[in-house]
């Protein structure tokens, strides 16, 4: 049963430091208050755990374009580190169907057809991605993740869930591609089709075990990928399938466990597996910073996403000194250790030793698995991956941003998974720009019935008051948006309908100002002293004024000129210029006073201020 009790373990509020060992290995630090009884739930979800481990390790292996068995060591060694440095209590760490893609986009090309060239370009990719992953983590990086939005990150998804598919469909149908992209592949999957080159019992095979998977993942306490893997393996062996009907299987798999050696590459081929490391380390992260929140909460936890970070590195590290590639979180398999009951990470260790064992008593048992069954396997994953219902509702409430995601698919497919999570990136910064680029802005006027200054646009009876203009601006003021702000204000001057004498920005929403806004306000303050206009600041919070003093602005616009509200901003300008706005302002408090509660609750909203 899965365990949704909040912890008895807790983690001392001082390990937050970086010079305190808890913070390094909270798994060890975990250790020091295990509860026994957890013990024999751990062992259980373990053993569980192992039934799945193997199978979609060397299925990953193979959708990397890796030799099987390094599924294995990919599993293996990086629950081991992930237990003694994850912060985590149950998260799952292994190879990952969204990393594949990556990981054979960036080892493929240089290696040349060479397994073992792939392997060693693999494991130097994963102790790269590793390192990006601890650097990020001591420099407190984990919120960086956050650029990605989640439209972007389902486009992402998709797309890497669409190579996925596209990647496995030839070795399900027994038919050899070469292409380079997803496109190229599927085109040449087609001809491989028409031309008959399709091997039908090795399509009977994976489709069966696709079909089987599918089902059985609808009983989550069977172990579906261990029941269709050795149904398959078992049908191959009896009827001597690999030799009859040239079904391919994994071969031979050498007996023991990796030795560590740091992974040997040519220099030149150190930049293109630092782009591919990088992007690793990316999506990676992403994906285990929501999956570790996720279960953080389901246990009653706190994880330090920087912690996590940490963790997800050295896992990676260990990973490619062992023969092994990038690793990440599995939103698989972590589901299948939480519901078999496991309370700590003792239950990927468990798993870990299981696979171990198997290495080193049993490999031959895996040697006649067809490949098309691994296959498939990859597939299910893949299909897991893909968002519909929540696409449908960012379509249904927020049109551009499905667009954007779309976008973000789109490139994806079109240019490869690396260059697909540059674009999401690109695309995340521009969506997160925009907003900034081009914001709201406003002239306020007064409302009968209604406190305080509102919106012209939304209140078109809203009464100005002669010869002052009130201008908001909703965002802070930086480079993007300078030229834009100088513009709005010249234009709500243009518009008035009385000679303007002052104009106030409602500086509540601006939260910084940079060195370009700052040179633009002095020329643009020098512009409206030569029309005869003050430029004002209503409501403008301590931190911006700081900046705008060391910028010189504030002596320059004067203590004067700078207002704790509108409403101050307002009566100093009508006694300065004895505008005639008493007796209206007597009307309009009047007005507000008989205004009801339920009135004033249906005003429009964002009406206010």
Known sequence: MASTDASPIQEPHHA???RDWRWWTPGLARLRTYPPAWLRYDLSAGLVLATMLAPVGMAYAQAAGLPAVHGLYATIVPLLAYAIFGPSRILVVGPDSSLAPIIAATVLPLAHGDAQRAVALAGMMAIMAGVVCIGAGVARLGFLTELLSKPIRYGYMNGIALIVLVSQAPTLLGVSVQGDNALQRAWELLEGIVAGRVNWVAFAIGGAALVAALLLKRQPRLPAMLIVLVGATLVVTLFDLDARAGVAVVGEIPTGLPTPAPPQVDFNELAPLLLGAVTVAIVAFADTSVLSRAYAAKTGDKVDPNQELVALGAANLAAGCFQGFP?????????????AGARTQLAGVTGAVAVTLLLLFAPSLLSNTPTAVLAAIVMVSALGLIQISDLRRIYRIQRWEFWLSMA????????????????????????????????????????????????ITRYPNARLIPGLVLFRWDAPLFFANAEYFRTRVLEAIAASPTPVRWVVVAAEPVTSVDVTAADMLAELDDALRQAGVQLCFAEMKDPVKDKLKRFGLFERFGEEHFFQTIGQAVSTYVKKFDVDWVDWEDRLSKNAAQVTPEASRSAPPGASG
């Not at 690793?327 to 519901?339: F, H, K, N, Q």
């Not at 995340?428 to 409302?447: K, M, N, Q, T, Y």
């Open 327 to 339: 690793i990440s979180s599995s939103s698989s398999r972590t589901p299948v250790a939480e519901a």
């Open 408 to 455: 973000c698919l789109a490139g994806v497919v079109l240019f490869g998974a690396i260059q697909g999570v540059g674009l999401a990136i690109v695309i995340a910064v521009i969506e997160f720009l925009w907003d900034g680029w081009r914001p709201h802005s406003a002239v306020l006027g007064r409302v009968d019935g209604l406190k305080g200054y509102h919106d």
């Open 16 to 18: 937050s430091s970086l």
